[in-house]
């Protein structure tokens, strides 16, 4: 497999980081709440734009994993897109 893909699947992984603390800032009270809802919500962002940007760049440059690519890019934007829906109503 590809360096890039493999960063790319990797920025998943900081999505899900991200995501585990979006919930657990779900699950707490106080001030610190906020924090941490906040942190999750960067740091998911930046993990699923950073792995629809490698997905593109890998689509780019190697034309046999093409289809890879595409369907990572597509699973990240459509995260990215339920993050925001997320964050609107939380």
């Not at 993990?47 to 046999?64: E, K, R």
């Not at 934007?77 to 964050?87: E, N, Q």
């Amino acid at each position: 497999m590809l360096w890039i893909l493999r960063f790319a699947i990797g920025s998943l992984f900081v999505f899900m980081i991200g995501a585990v603390m979006i919930a657990w800032a779900c699950m707490s009270t106080g001030w610190e709440t906020l924090s941490r809802f906040a942190g999750g919500c960067v740091t998911a962002g930046a993990g699923l734009i950073g792995s629809a940007v490698l997905a593109m760049l890998n689509a780019v440059i190697h034309q046999g994993w093409r289809r890879v690519s595409l369907v990572l890019m597509s699973a990240s934007v459509l995260l990215f897109i339920a993050l925001l829906i997320f964050a609107k109503f939380a």
